[in-house]
Structure formats: C-alpha cells, structure tokens
C-alpha cells in the first residue's frame, strides 16, 4: 500500500520515485553487530529488490540502503532536491485508516529537511480491508 502511494503520488507530480530502506541497529552489547547487521542487511535489500521490481524502471531513479547509529546519522549522507517529500507509512499499530507514528518514522519526521506524507493503514493486522 505505502508503495502504491508513492508511486501514485509520484506520477502525479512527474516526478522519479527514489526507494529508501533504512538500517538503524540499537543493539545490545552481548550479539555478534556483524551478524545481526549483516542480516539486516540481507532482509532489506530483499525487501528493497522486491519493491524496487514492482514499479516500472523509467519511474524508479534510484534503490538505496542506507546506514547508520540513528536515523539521523543514516539520512545525513543523502542529498535532498527541492520539492521532494518522504512518504512513511502508519504504524502497524495504528487502527484501520488512522495515523499513528512509531519511533522510526517519529525521528525521520524530526531529522528529513523535507515535507513527510504519512499513509495511514487500509487494513487491519493480518486481515483484510
């Protein structure tokens, strides 16, 4: 769903569709960092991959992962154009068409120097519209 928002939203605009998949690890001390990271990263780039082959290449102008100690830190290395916005999808634990932010998007909201659209939830957890 938050896809087919962007992409719509995109269209709209004529605009390129930039995919961003964010890697923020608050670990504790006792695990292996590498293996959880590199886990992690495996995951997102699967995740990233499969949305990255839903939309049409010439709508698409980049894939990326990005990394860091906190969302700040691992948005701090992209470039931002004018008149781009981020769009986040509501938390899973937002109600059916309702907004609710969880931590992530919270400090994405507080550390993007752009506009944030937030898509609230269509359908229930594990159900159906």
């Known amino acids: 769903m938050l896809l087919e928002e962007g992409l719509a ?8 569709l930039r995919l961003v998949s964010l890697q923020v690890l ?7 960092r590498v293996v959880v990271a590199d886990t992690a990263d495996a995951h997102l780039r699967h995740v990233l991959d ?16 990005v990394r860091g100690r906190d969302v700040a830190d691992a948005i701090s290395d992209l470039a931002w154009l004018p ?5 986040v999808g509501s938390s899973r ?3 059916p068409h309702r907004l609710f932010l969880g931590a992530t998007a919270a400090r994405l909201l507080r550390a993007v120097p752009v506009p944030v659209v937030v898509v609230p939830r269509t359908r229930p957890q ?3 519209s």
């Open 50 to 65: 499969e949305a990255r082959a839903s939309v049409p290449d010439a709508l698409v102008e980049d894939a990326l992962l």
């Open 126 to 128: 594990g159900g159906r």
């Open 26 to 32: 608050d670990l504790p001390g006792r695990l292996d």
């Open 9 to 16: 939203l995109a269209r709209a605009a004529g605009a390129p």
């Open 83 to 87: 008149g781009e916005v981020v769009v």
């Open 93 to 95: 634990l937002a109600a």
